[in-house]
Nanobody
Framework: VQLVESGGGLVQAGGSLRLSCAAS????????MGWYRQAPGKQRELVAH???????NYVDSVKGRFTVSRDYGKNTMYLQMNSLKPEDTAVYYC????????????WGQGTQVTVSS
């Protein structure tokens, strides 16, 4: 599975961005997808996770502000980010979990999100 992210950029606090993660290759094997982020000097943090049944979960700090969704026809996952805060500044990475006999995780290249105060 190959993952290509887009949609990052610079936005003022309170603004919005939508990240996209387009999957290709063995997409039939994907069972879940999600987003991590990593800020400078900090550990990578799970932001949002979505299963094939569209069950979702979020880290507490983004609940009510971020929404993860999937367009199965386009093999694309989205992260709608509203009411952005400077502490949301990070590189955002998408991932896809596949299951064919064993579970594997694939990663996107990362996209920078910078929120100015």
């Amino acid at each position: 599975v190959q993952l290509v992210e887009s949609g990052g950029g610079l936005v003022q606090a309170g603004g919005s961005l939508r990240l996209s993660c387009a999957a290709s290759g063995s997409v039939f094997a994907i069972v879940a997808m999600g987003w991590y982020r990593q800020a400078p000097g900090k550990q990578r943090e799970l932001v949002a996770h979505i299963t094939n049944g569209d069950s979702t979960n979020y880290v507490d700090s983004v609940k009510g502000r971020f929404t993860v969704s999937r367009d199965y026809g386009k093999n694309t996952m989205y992260l709608q980010m509203n009411s952005l805060k400077p502490e949301d500044t990070a590189v955002y990475y998408c991932y896809a979990d596949t299951y064919i006999v064993v579970t594997e995780r694939y990663w996107g290249q990362g996209t920078q999100v910078t929120v100015s105060s």
